[in-house]
């Protein structure tokens, strides 16, 4: 289990806090990866943005040009369905084009209902584990040697309350989260010779997002915060303020 830690206190993220990074967003083409791709270019990173839809990833794309920020690019890529070679030659794509790798946001999610084990298709069972755990490892995996190489590097991985204490009737979503932060917990662990590349694990809380709508859908939207609301504690996580802090399951507050 991944020890836990917070966000400091109203933190604010620096103006260009992510200067000349290079960060991947998987899942950016709405939610919290969108919002995550949006403040990542404010802040002066070139955001790779990964997604299976073309045109939504197309508005992500349109609004960080009209802010300004340094062209996106966009790599339209169905996690549940890619293979190694599809996310290898991702990765060596950023390799050629940016030589760089510096953060890495694991947003994307796979998500159909909360229901018990024994109701869980195989099919859903399957592309839930693929989008929701194989596919961060994969890319984390491949990108290894890019990150190592940078100064400052940092793996998110997107989580929530199932990754912490797992409990009945969360599904496939839920072991994949619980097993998730398993992972980087480990991961963090094995990497700490490399002290420049850290690996954390955020929960930031109900978000007004599609997904939030399918697990709770008599839930009043309107009182759930916006995925923006989220963002400064992924950019703390991103950013030079969270060095030497690896391997943590942090939320939007102490705990």
């Not at 967003?25 to 299976?52: D, H, I, K, M, Y």
């Not at 994949?176 to 963090?188: H, I, P, T, V």
Request: glycine share 10%; proline share 8%.
């Amino acid at each position: 289990m991944l020890p836990e830690a917070a966000i400091p206190p109203d933190y604010q993220p620096a103006g260009r806090l992510l200067q000349d990074r290079v960060i991947l967003v998987t899942g950016a083409s709405g939610g919290f990866g969108a919002a995550a791709a949006v403040e990542c270019a404010r802040r002066g990173a070139g955001v790779v943005l990964l997604g299976r839809n073309v045109k939504k990833l197309e508005k992500v794309y349109d609004a960080i040009e009209a802010e300004g920020g340094a062209q996106p690019a966009i790599y339209p890529v169905n996690l549940a369905g890619a293979t190694w070679n599809d996310l290898s030659e991702l990765i060596a794509t950023i390799e050629r084009e940016y030589g760089r790798l510096d953060g890495m946001v694991h947003a994307a999610a796979h998500f159909t209902v909360f229901s018990p084990l024994s109701d869980v298709a195989p099919r859903d069972w399957m592309e839930g584990l693929q989008v929701n755990l194989t596919a961060p490892y994969t890319l984390t995996r491949l990108a290894l040697p890019l990150l190592a190489k940078s100064p400052d590097s940092s793996v998110v991985f997107l989580t929530d309350p199932s990754g912490h204490d797992n409990k009945a009737y969360r599904g496939a979503f839920g072991v994949a989260k619980y097993a998730l932060e398993g992972m980087a917990r480990s991961w963090a662990l094995e990497l700490e010779p490399y002290p420049q590349l850290r690996l954390n694990a955020y929960d930031p809380g109900p978000l007004r997002t599609f997904l939030r709508l399918k697990g709770y859908p008599g839930e009043d939207a309107q009182s759930v915060p916006v995925p923006e609301t989220a963002i400064p504690g992924l950019m703390y996580l991103l950013g030079p303020d969270s060095r030497g802090q690896s391997g943590f399951r942090f939320g939007r507050s102490a705990t």
